[in-house]
């Protein structure tokens, strides 16, 4: 019950390695891009950044969430999305870094003379300025990530405490229903000012819960991945076919959930048929056609199948397929959210959108696996531990 | 027609079932468990296959929302066209929510219309109780008892039964669905 994790040498060098891949695509992107392209290298910086904070946040709301529904089958594997949220609070450096640098090539609202001649803009100045836009970042990025150390910082210590000790269970509970509300707030102001004022002159009530709904399959998809990674490597001995398959459901009956809330917000403006609204989705029929209707094939059809059976949940290599379709699939909607309001015409897949994941791939792993190293894999006194470990399905 | 059963009855389900377990090791067949709530493990201790409900609720799903979309298409195209604020004839976005709603319909009378046939139940009949208290707090452990079944056997059932804590133990004449 003691099992720590190695960070292997091997493990160092392939995140290294992944890195350093990454940062010469940047360094490339920078040389080759120049002028008017150079868009093409922050939406792909903003692309990332955003995608793996999410990842990071999705975790720390997967333990949040568990906590407050008084759920135990997550416990014996706790430790990995545990490990995986503590990526959030360097993502979110990452990303506002990107931000300060890259707004005035990603943001239209930023600029003085286009505010001035644009009554729509001009109505929305007192939300989208930079001032309040920093300040909202902070509010609500610094409190999310408070939370998550402290969640950290009540489980590790939990370990610590005397067996049947549930003091560190009750806090735990505290910071958990702070993180909640904050976070339900977060989605969606985060989702209208990162990715939604792309488009300053539309907006859609849905989008909030849209890319909610697309990083937090994906991180249940990351937690899987790592979880199963672990089992193979022979650490996390209690975790059995019954946790995989609890991990399975929520990534079907999330692929689901996105599938239903994306559905939704292009029913209600395909119905309605107003020029305003439809923008948003002319850009995205037009050039990136396959891609529209390849996230549907990648993030419903496939999973929807691949996982419906009781036996395909059970599964190690099934489960770890539909992971990796997920996050491309998610990975592909992000861009679809982003690429058409900022390059338009001029996107591509060259060595940039394939070199940049692999910086931010790099230094996830290295956090996530330099955290789970830190600590016992398996918590020692939560109180649902024995309940997990009995979890059968 | 009607079928002898041997049956045992526990008030505790953790003894059932170490007592189901272990007549299986000695190569007992246990025909059926009456209990008055789903015990946990049971079915792995009774050895029962996965249910093949579910195969037929995806049939049953997948055949509702065929008849959905070609309904809607025969009637919206060819049988009576109407305009709807310029949109196509053939608009599919629009038939999605229905065929959601009618392939869970489906699904789901398609499945119980099936689960109640399965278990001999309509409208009308009565069944007969293998015993009255199973539908309170005991547990039923029920054997078959065929013309090849020997003494010898039903002397081996009656001792695994008493031996694992069985309160009582009576043979029972009922039909196949008791």
Known sequence: MNETFNFTSRLKTISIVLMLIGAAALAGGFVVYSGDEINRVWANLLLDSVFFMGIGMGAAFFIAAVYLAWGGFSVVFKRVPEAISQWMPVSAIILLLVLIAGHGNLYHWTHHDAMEHDPILKGKQPYLNLPFFFVRFAFFVGALVI????????????????????????????????????????????????????????????????SFASFWVTSIAVITLFTIYLKKQGYLKEVNVNHLHNLGIMMFAFSIFWTYVTFCQFMLIWYANIPEETIYFQHRYGHYKPLFYGIFVLNFVLPFLLLMSRDAKRSMSRLVLVACIIIVGHFIDFYLMIMPATVGDNNGFGFLEIGLPCLFIGMMLYVVFSSLAKAPLVPKNHPFLQESINNSL | MR?????????????????????????????????????HGLDDALGLNESRLHITGFIYGFSGLAIALSFMTWSFTSDWPLNFGGKPHFSFPAFIPILFEFTVLSASIGMTLTFLLRSGLYPGRIRETLD?????????VV?????????????????????????????RELSRHY
């Open chain 2, 132 to 140: 009255e208290r199973t539908t309170d707090d005991k547990f039923a």
């Open chain 2, 3 to 39: 079928n002898k059963f041997l049956v045992g009855l526990y008030s505790d389900e953790d003894k059932m079932i170490d007592g189901v377990k272990a007549m299986r090791e000695s190569h007992l067949e246990v025909y059926d468990v009456v209990s008055p709530f789903a015990v």
């Open chain 2, 143 to 171: 054997f078959r008892i065929s013309k090849k079944t020997t003494e010898e056997e039903i002397g081996k059932m009656k001792e695994m039964l008493q031996s694992s804590g069985a309160e009582e133990i009576k043979e």
């Open chain 1, 147 to 210: 939370c998550t150390i402290l969640l950290r910082k009540t489980s590790l210590k939990e370990d610590t405490m005397a067996a049947g000790d549930t003091s560190m269970y009750k806090r735990s509970l505290v910071i958990a229903s702070v993180f909640i509300p904050f976070f339900a707030v977060y989605i969606l102001v985060t989702a209208w000012d990162w990715l939604m004022s792309l488009d300053p002159h539309w907006y859609s009530t849905m989008y909030g819960w849209y």
